[in-house]
């Protein structure tokens, strides 16, 4: 589904060139659930990034389901945001001015749904998170764990093939942590792939492969071992 | 999505209150005062368009008195008989708007701007009648036209048509026709109009006869445009009937150029001013510039916060246009909203402006289906223009920056908000220093020494039938009262000196003609108005040879060119009467201020006839109420069938400025507009700016920053660009009040206080402003500012 290769991200200053991401090849197939690791600076989030489109590198080439991404315009890409990636981030970054519901159907408007249909799938996403009680709720009226919720709901309510999470966990507590991974497992294990960035080692033994990046460079990229998951209850 | 976006941006709306309202405020009132001076201007420039023949009548001109619009009598008729390329001719006597007398049923009423002409005047000028045919009204022997104003209040609802009325207890008139009110846009105004040959009865004098008398201002409409050879045809035949006349020259004026660019400015009719109308039109533009300004400024420093909401849409799929949407949603629910309060604003002060500007501009001609779509469509243009530029700015943000609401904007871009804070700035300062300036001409005006006594208040009023002797009549009555100080009789006042006079003067052997201002005065007028006496001798009756005298002010000595013994001159030109100059008296001011001075004679002509039937009533200022009071219950008492009218010379002179008063309230009010919609920018930005500064503040002060210094900090950058506009504004106002003064022949200086005034009240409310809200962030407790890191 994904495949990178060489994609080299730099700043020129002056005489010298610093590599942000020096990634020579990665390969990430449909339904895998993949996490990004390494320490802070290491590129993790451009990585991510570029997956996702949110930037491009200085170099590189990279396959987005057998179309070269980078060549992609404007509107391609808009329809690649629509319709195939959902993105979830460590500050939630819901619309502060829309509620619950209001946040959840923004995917759906711009992909032309009609609105009988949104609302249905609205009240899908609603019912699935226990959240219809709050659907008229604006984001600074929930908790942490609540709004992250909502952002995953808005970000899969589109039925993306594709979920980029970057440090979902981050702003939350262990508990509430460990709610959302779980989540993310499941919806992996319904077909959707899932490339997460974390810090947390814990967390990151919820996805099924591990590649970790220091120094913009891919250090290694290894299979989770059945050991290691954690018991799902 | 149309509905859910209206929601959102109303949403968005409540959240920034602040801002929202900032805006909205100032962009009604910039929609206001566009709308009232548009359509001003528009009312202005569609004067005297609703005649029919509007392109082809034509004004009589002459070079006598230098430059008259007056004609005499027997020129219509002439050009009636001699010169076929002129279609209808018409004269018009305007000297007796001040009022004549009429008596319809039972009262003897006073009605003014009474005026007569030719039976040809309207088919030369188009006025609407609502009954009787207009266009042979006037042909019809001792009949009068009125308007419909002038039919209620003298016939009540009954149709006039046909009735008579009795004129000056003379003549009796019939109604021939009753036309409409005279439209507010007309130069030619007037509530009636008799048929000329009246006013030979009334005046026991032919006009037809006399070429000596330029009293009539006289309108035709041409046959073809070659006006230069219909005025050589007109002048070949007045040479022939009158060849002695060899200085007059006729020439012929478009009317359509007299509202605006009158040739020559003794004539009767309404003048506007194009530059009062450019003014007007620039500083409206200046004021709806700021608004926008503003509006645009605001928003590019709101951008920050909208950045997340925007990257978030296009994570989630939106289009560019989307976006834009988003942006122009908003940016047209507050246009939206602030043209609709404009709109009821603007209607709310129309009648404040049409005092101001002595218009009658009716609602309907600011609300109509034309009006309100212009309005929608600038709107809908504004919104759009208003919204490209944040939108252009946030498009061009990289994504993920977008996320993490980091503006990344080249280096200029901070500065351009200081820009435009300073450009409206130089526009306040401008307006500041404009209306300081019109203020100190107002009160030099006000304050001025005319040159004779206006400290005390005079009453006004005419005495037409046997003056000398009602005179007495009433004086005895009046001088019993304290309040009554003097009273004396004359020709005229100032204020409503208008009569001139062409004679002969000999001085040194040598006879040249000249052209005067002339008041005749009986003894003793001169002395109780305070003129004040440079050489000779005031009028004294027992000398006989003071009758047929005049007293000359010093301009007329220099022009006549008698400076080195005026008291030798002799005046001729007065049938077999020589007069002497018995005296002269120092210059006083007889027109506005806006007049250079120009040569007058007082003359006392016992043996004239008497032409003194103004009666001038010195009272003390303080008691001028009960003086009025005292004056009309006497007055009343000793002629029960005249009707009471009076005048007081303080209104007269007060008249000449009416206009530059007014204008000086609009700009005050523009000036108070642009200083609100300045400061309001000011705050928005300087929110904006300590919002994004509260972590270098925060900083400041942990590190010891007193509250002081943090205040100059934020002070110093403002102050640095309202020093700026004041250096470019200052030479602008300067420039524009130049140009204002010279209409004036009396004028104050333009000194460098009134600048220096103007920046300082910038600089002062920009510091305040500033200030105010920056002693707020300065004194919040630095954990506050860097909690949220």
């Given at each position: 589904?994904?495949d990178l290769?060489?994609i080299?991200?730099?700043?020129?200053?002056?005489?010298?060139?610093?590599?942000v991401?020096k990634?020579n090849?990665?390969?990430?197939?449909?339904g895998?659930?993949?996490?990004?690791?390494g320490?802070?600076?290491?590129?993790?989030?451009t990585?991510?990034?570029?997956i996702g489109?949110?930037?491009?590198?200085?170099?590189?080439?990279y396959t987005?389901m057998d179309?070269?991404a980078?060549?992609?315009k404007?509107?391609?890409?808009?329809?690649?945001?629509r319709n195939y990636?959902?993105?979830?981030?460590?500050?939630?970054?819901?619309?502060d001015e829309?509620?619950v519901?209001?946040n959840?159907?923004?995917?759906?408007i711009?992909?032309?749904?009609?609105?009988?249909?949104?609302?249905?799938?609205?009240?899908?996403?609603?019912?699935?998170?226990?959240?219809?009680?709050?659907?008229?709720?604006?984001?600074?009226?929930?908790?942490?764990g609540q709004q992250?919720?909502?952002g995953i709901?808005r970000?899969?309510v589109g039925?993306p093939?594709?979920?980029?999470?970057d440090?979902?966990?981050?702003n939350?507590h262990?508990?509430q942590?460990?709610?959302i991974m779980?989540?993310l497992?499941k919806?992996?294990?319904?077909?959707?792939?899932?490339i997460?960035?974390?810090?947390?080692?814990e967390?990151?033994a919820y996805?099924?492969?591990?590649?970790?990046l220091?120094?913009?460079r891919i250090?290694?990229?290894?299979?989770?071992?059945?050991?290691?998951?954690?018991?799902?209850? | 999505?149309?509905k859910?976006?209206?929601i959102?941006?109303?949403?968005?709306l409540?959240r920034?209150?602040?801002?929202?309202l900032i805006?909205?405020?100032?962009?009604s009132?910039?929609?206001?005062?566009?709308?009232l001076?548009a359509?001003?201007?528009?009312?202005?420039?569609?004067?005297?368009?609703f005649?029919?023949?509007y392109?082809?009548?034509?004004?009589f001109?002459?070079?006598?008195?230098?430059g008259t619009?007056f004609?005499?009598?027997?020129?219509a008729?002439?050009?009636?008989?001699?010169?076929p390329d002129?279609?209808?001719?018409?004269?018009?006597?305007f000297?007796y708007s001040?009022?004549?007398?009429?008596?319809?049923?039972?009262?003897n009423?006073?009605?003014?701007?009474?005026?007569?002409a030719?039976?040809?005047f309207?088919?030369?000028?188009?006025?609407?009648?609502?009954?009787?045919?207009?266009?042979?009204?006037?042909?019809?022997?001792?009949?009068?036209?009125i308007t419909?104003?002038l039919?209620h209040q003298?016939f009540?609802?009954?149709?006039?048509?046909g009735?008579?009325?009795?004129?000056?207890?003379?003549?009796?008139?019939t109604?021939s026709?009753?036309i409409?009110?005279?439209p507010a846009?007309?130069s030619?105004?007037?509530?009636?109009?008799?048929?000329?040959?009246?006013l030979?009865?009334?005046e026991?004098?032919?006009y037809s006869?006399?070429?000596?008398?330029?009293?009539?201002?006289?309108f035709g409409?041409l046959?073809s445009?070659?006006?230069?050879?219909?005025?050589?045809?007109v002048?070949?035949?007045?040479?022939?009937?009158?060849p002695?006349?060899t200085?007059?020259?006729f020439s012929?004026?478009?009317?359509?150029d007299i509202y605006f660019?009158?040739q020559?400015n003794?004539?009767?009719?309404k003048h506007?001013?194009?530059?009062t109308?450019l003014?007007?039109?620039?500083?409206?533009?200046?004021i709806?510039?700021?608004?926008?300004?503003?509006y645009?400024?605001?928003?590019?420093a709101?951008?920050s916060?909208r950045?997340?909401?925007v990257g978030?849409?296009?994570?989630s799929?939106?289009?560019?246009?989307?976006?834009f949407h988003?942006?122009?949603?908003e940016?047209?629910?507050?246009?939206?909203?602030?043209?609709?309060?404009?709109?009821?604003l603007?209607?709310g002060?129309l009648?404040?402006?049409?005092?101001?500007t002595?218009s009658?501009i009716?609602?309907?001609?600011?609300?109509?289906?034309?009006?309100?779509?212009?309005?929608l469509l600038?709107?809908?243009?504004?919104?759009?223009?208003?919204?490209?530029?944040?939108f252009?700015?946030?498009?061009?943000?990289n994504?993920?920056?977008v996320?993490k609401?980091?503006l990344h904007?080249?280096?200029?871009?901070?500065k351009?908000?200081?820009?435009?804070?300073a450009?409206?700035?130089?526009?306040?300062?401008?307006?500041?220093s404009?209306?300081?300036s019109?203020?100190?001409?107002?009160?030099?005006?006000?304050?001025?020494?005319?040159?004779?006594?206006k400290?005390?208040a005079?009453?006004?009023l005419?005495l037409?039938?046997d003056?000398?002797?009602?005179f007495?009549l009433?004086?005895?009555?009046?001088?019993q009262?304290?309040?009554?100080?003097?009273?004396a009789?004359?020709?005229?006042?100032?204020?409503?000196?208008v009569?001139?006079?062409g004679?002969?003067?000999?001085?040194?052997?040598?006879?040249?003609?000249?052209?005067?201002?002339?008041v005749?005065?009986?003894?003793g007028?001169?002395e109780?108005m305070?003129?004040?006496?440079k050489?000779g001798?005031?009028?004294?009756?027992s000398i006989t040879t003071?009758r047929?005298?005049?007293?000359?002010n010093?301009?007329?000595?220099?022009?006549f060119?008698i400076e080195?013994?005026?008291?030798?001159a002799?005046?001729?030109?007065?049938?077999?009467?020589v007069?002497?100059i018995?005296?002269?008296?120092?210059d006083?001011h007889?027109?506005?201020?806006?007049?250079?001075?120009?040569?007058?004679?007082f003359?006392f002509?016992?043996q004239?006839?008497?032409m003194?039937?103004?009666i001038?009533?010195?009272?003390t200022?303080?008691?001028?109420?009960?003086?009025?009071?005292?004056?009309?219950?006497?007055?009343n008492?000793?002629?029960?069938?005249?009707?009471?009218?009076?005048?007081t010379?303080?209104?007269?002179?007060?008249d000449?400025?009416?206009?530059?008063n007014?204008?000086?309230?609009?700009?005050?009010?523009?000036?108070l507009?642009?200083i609100m919609?300045?400061?309001m920018?000011?705050l928005g930005?300087?929110n904006i700016t300590?919002?994004?500064?509260?972590k270098?503040?925060?900083?400041?002060?942990?590190?010891g920053?007193?509250?002081s210094?943090?205040?100059?900090?934020?002070?110093?950058?403002?102050?640095?660009?309202?020093?700026i506009?004041?250096v470019i504004?200052t030479p602008?106002?300067?420039?524009?009040?130049?140009?204002?003064?010279?209409?004036?022949?009396?004028?104050?200086?333009?000194?460098?206080?009134?600048f220096?005034?103007?920046?300082?009240m910038a600089?002062?409310?920009?510091?305040?402003?500033v200030?105010w809200?920056?002693?707020?962030?300065?004194?919040r407790n630095p954990?506050?500012a860097?909690?949220?890191?």
């Open positions: 589904m994904i290769k060489n080299f991200k730099y700043y020129d200053n002056k005489f010298q060139r610093t590599y991401l990634v090849n990665l390969t990430i197939n449909e895998e659930f993949v996490t990004v690791m320490p802070s600076g290491a590129g993790k989030s990585l991510l990034n570029i489109m949110l930037d491009t590198p200085n170099e590189g080439e987005f179309q070269p980078f060549q992609l404007e509107k391609k890409k808009v329809e690649f945001h990636v959902g993105f979830i981030f460590q500050a939630f970054h819901l619309i829309m509620t519901a209001e959840i159907e923004t995917p759906l711009y992909k032309g749904v009609k609105s009988k249909e949104r609302q249905a799938m609205v009240a899908e996403m609603l019912d699935r998170f226990n959240m219809v009680a709050k659907k008229d709720l604006f984001p600074s009226q929930l908790s942490g992250q919720l909502v709901a970000a899969i039925k093939k594709l979920l980029l999470a440090e979902p966990t981050g939350l262990s508990e942590g460990k709610e779980k989540l497992q919806l992996n294990e319904e077909g959707i792939t899932v997460q960035v974390t810090h947390n080692e967390f990151a996805g099924k492969r591990i590649v970790r220091v120094d913009g250090e290694s990229d290894e299979i989770v071992s059945k050991i290691k998951q954690p018991q799902l209850t | 999505m149309k859910q976006s209206i959102h941006t109303f949403r968005l409540t920034n209150k602040i801002s929202v805006n909205f405020f100032g962009l009132l910039g929609v206001a005062a566009v709308l001076i359509v001003y201007v528009h009312n202005e420039l569609s004067t005297d368009k005649h029919t023949n392109e082809n009548i034509y004004s001109g002459a070079t006598d008195f230098n619009a004609m005499p009598g027997p020129l008729d002439l050009v009636i008989e001699k010169i002129i279609e209808f001719i018409s004269r018009t006597d000297s001040w009022g004549l007398e009429v008596k319809s049923q039972e009262e009423l006073i009605i003014k701007d009474l005026i007569f030719d039976s040809t309207f088919r030369i000028f188009t006025f609407q009648s609502l009954s009787g045919n207009i266009e042979n009204a006037l042909a019809q022997p001792n009949s009068i036209v419909n104003s039919s003298l009540g609802n009954d149709d006039a048509l009735k008579k009325i009795l004129l000056q207890n003379k003549e009796y008139l109604v026709a009753v409409e009110d005279v846009n007309s030619i105004d007037f509530k009636g109009v008799i048929a000329m040959p009246v030979k009865k009334i026991d004098d032919d006869k006399s070429w000596g008398n330029f009293n009539y201002e006289t409409t046959k445009d070659d006006v230069k050879n219909i005025e050589a045809k002048n070949e035949a007045f040479k022939k009937v009158q002695e006349r200085a007059t020259v012929l004026h478009p009317f359509r660019h009158n020559y003794d004539d009767s009719l506007g001013n194009y530059q109308l003014f007007l039109g620039i500083s409206v533009f200046l709806i510039i700021l608004a926008v300004i503003n645009v400024n605001l928003s590019v709101n951008i916060g950045l997340k909401s978030i849409r296009k994570i799929g939106a289009h560019k246009s989307h976006i988003q942006f122009f949603s940016a047209l629910v507050i246009v939206m909203a602030s043209g609709l309060i404009g709109l009821l603007a209607k002060f009648p404040e402006l049409n005092y101001l002595s009658g009716s609602v309907v001609q600011l609300i109509n289906f034309k009006v309100i779509t212009l309005i600038s709107l809908i243009v504004l919104a759009a223009l208003v919204s490209f530029i944040p252009v700015i946030t498009d061009n943000q994504l993920q920056s996320l609401n980091q904007l080249s280096g200029q871009k901070p351009l908000k200081y820009v435009f804070v450009f409206q700035f130089v526009i306040t300062i401008v307006l500041i404009v209306s300081i019109i203020n100190k001409q107002i009160r030099y005006i006000a304050t001025k020494d005319l040159g004779f006594n400290e005390d005079t009453i006004l005419y037409d039938e003056p000398a002797q009602n007495t009433l004086k005895n009555e009046l001088t009262y304290p309040e009554i100080k003097a009273m009789r004359s020709h005229s006042s100032p204020g409503t000196i009569m001139q006079w004679k002969e003067l000999i001085f040194q052997g040598e006879t040249k003609s000249i052209n005067f201002f002339t005749p005065v009986t003894p007028y001169l109780m305070g003129y004040r006496i050489d001798r005031f009028f004294n009756d003071d047929g005298g005049f007293i000359l010093e301009t007329a000595v220099k022009e060119g080195a013994a005026p008291m030798e002799r005046i001729t030109g007065m049938g077999d009467d007069g002497r018995i005296g002269v008296v120092e006083f007889f027109q506005s201020l806006r007049e250079p001075m120009k040569p007058l004679a003359c002509l016992p004239w006839g008497d003194c039937s103004l001038n009533i010195k009272v200022s303080k008691n001028l109420p009960e003086a009025k009071e005292i004056v009309r219950s006497e007055f008492q000793l002629f029960p069938e005249k009707p009471f009218e009076y005048l010379i303080n209104d007269l002179l007060a000449y400025y009416k206009k530059d007014n204008l000086n309230k609009i700009i005050a009010v523009f000036s507009l642009s919609i300045g400061c920018g000011l930005i300087i300590i919002v994004s500064k509260t270098e503040i925060g900083i400041r002060k942990v590190n920053a007193r509250i210094e943090v205040l100059i900090m934020l002070n110093k950058d403002f102050v640095k660009w309202v020093a506009a004041f504004a602008v106002a300067w420039y524009a009040m130049n140009q204002w003064l010279e209409n004036f022949a009396y004028k104050t200086e333009l000194s460098w206080w009134i220096a005034l103007a920046g300082l600089l002062s409310i920009a510091m305040l402003t200030s809200q920056s002693w707020q962030a300065a004194r954990v506050e860097l909690r949220n890191e």
